[in-house]
Structure formats: structure tokens, C-alpha cells
């Protein structure tokens, strides 16, 4: 079946570059998407990437996708101590004449000073 | 901006008791969704709706049912509550197709904790 992975966590230093990974399987993905949830709260839409592109910026982020290996990043520059949250990958993909959407299980991201 | 509002952010129940899990957004989306997240699993789809009075089940359904007698108004129930469903709720909501680029807004989520 479908399938998003992700590793769970991910410590970097205040300042340096944060690359977050993510694999999934279905290869008629349509949108991969990065969420943001900070403690206590729900998911954020980060960014998103439509499938017939190979990256994208938007200020300190950057999303880059290899379509043949299934593979997704999204690097974060100067990383700062707000960047602390847990980061879930998703792709929506068709299914039953649907669109749904398959979560990876999130990377916590920890900053250290 | 887009509110979606969940009712309790905290919830202790006992195990047998019914629980009713509510969720409002101002926006007239026309799609709502109830997940679970629990610790190294992610999001789980649990049911979700695409317009008033219609439901589709999702991942993991069983013991759970939901009610979306308004457009706004989306209910997740646990007729049985039992102490697997311990976890994270999550409510969200979107326009029209659901993953096709219309992103989900999230409510902040109810911690229910069932002993």
C-alpha cells in the first residue's frame, strides 16, 4: 500500500542548515506537502510542491523533489530556536476516485544553543 | 484567516463512557475530517466528510462514528470509549476536492486520555 517515511527526529545547532527527508511510494502523487506543528497546537501547511516540479524556495525554506527516487526534502536556513516543531510529510494521491492524503509519522526537529 | 475551533483541549474519561469530540470552522469548507495522532504513527484518517449529512470512513473507523448535521459542524463519537483510544484528536477542514491542492486547516487538537 501507500506508504511515507520519515525519520523521527532531527537535532541541528542554532544557526546551521535543517534537512528534513521523506520517501514515499505511490508514484501518481499529484502535491507533496510539508506540515509545521509546534508544541501544543495543530499542523501549519509549511509549504507544497506540485509533482512535475524539482524544487521550490520561499525564503529560508527550500523543497526539493526527486521524482525518481520518491524523494523529499525540505531544508530550513539559519535555523532558529522557532523553528522547534515536529515536521510531517504528506502526499495526496488518488485512491477510489479520491483524493487522500498519506502522512509520514513527523521528524521533531530539536535546536540546540 | 481560516478558524477551526475543537471544543475541549483536554478530556478524562472513563472507560464505557460515550464521548463526543466537537469541531466548528468559519470558513464554509466544504470538506471535514477527523484524525488521531499518536507518537511515532503520525496522522491516522479516522472519518471524514465532503458535504452535510455525508461520511466516508477512513483508516481506522471502527469505534469510532461522527455526525455533520451542519456545514460548520463536524462530531467525532466514541460510543464505547476504550483505554487504545488514548491519543491526540485532530480536527481539520478544506475546500472543495480533498488533497487536490486545497490545504487542511487544523483545530489545536483534543488530548483525551480514557481510564
Known amino acids: 500500500g501507500e506508504d511515507v517515511e520519515q525519520s523521527l527526529f532531527l537535532s541541528v545547532r542554532e544557526g546551521d542548515s535543517s534537512v528534513i527527508n521523506c520517501t514515499y511510494t505511490d508514484s501518481s502523487s499529484t502535491y507533496l506537502y510539508w506540515y509545521k506543528q509546534e508544541p501544543g497546537a495543530g499542523l501549519q501547511l509549511l509549504t507544497y510542491i506540485f509533482s512535475n516540479m524539482d524544487m521550490k524556495q520561499d525564503q529560508r525554506l527550500t523543497v526539493l523533489l526527486n521524482k525518481k527516487d520518491k524523494h523529499l526534502s525540505l531544508r530550513i536556513a539559519d535555523t532558529q530556536t522557532g523553528d522547534s516543531a515536529i515536521y510531517f510529510c504528506?502526499?495526496?494521491?488518488?485512491?477510489?476516485?479520491?483524493?487522500?492524503?498519506?502522512w509520514g509519522a513527523g521528524t521533531k526537529l530539536i535546536i540546540k544553543p | 484567516d481560516v478558524k477551526v475551533t475543537q471544543s475541549s483541549r483536554y478530556l478524562v474519561k472513563r472507560t464505557g463512557e460515550k464521548v463526543f469530540l466537537e469541531c466548528v470552522q468559519d470558513m464554509d469548507h466544504e470538506n471535514m475530517f477527523w484524525y488521531r495522532q499518536d507518537p511515532g504513527l503520525g496522522l491516522r484518517l479516522i472519518y471524514f466528510?465532503?458535504?452535510?449529512?455525508?461520511?466516508e470512513k477512513g483508516d481506522i473507523p471502527e469505534g469510532y462514528s461522527v455526525s455533520r448535521e451542519k456545514k460548520e459542524r463536524f462530531s467525532l463519537i466514541l460510543e464505547s470509549a476504550s483505554t487504545n483510544q488514548t491519543s491526540m484528536y485532530l480536527c481539520?477542514?478544506?475546500?472543495?476536492?480533498?488533497?487536490?491542492?486545497?490545504?487542511?486547516?487544523f483545530g489545536n487538537g483534543t488530548r483525551l486520555t480514557v481510564t
Open positions: 481539520a477542514s478544506s475546500f472543495l476536492a480533498y488533497g487536490d491542492n486545497s490545504p487542511l486547516h
Open positions: 466528510s465532503y458535504d452535510v449529512k455525508m461520511k
Open positions: 504528506a502526499e495526496s494521491i488518488t485512491r477510489d476516485s479520491n483524493y487522500q492524503l498519506i
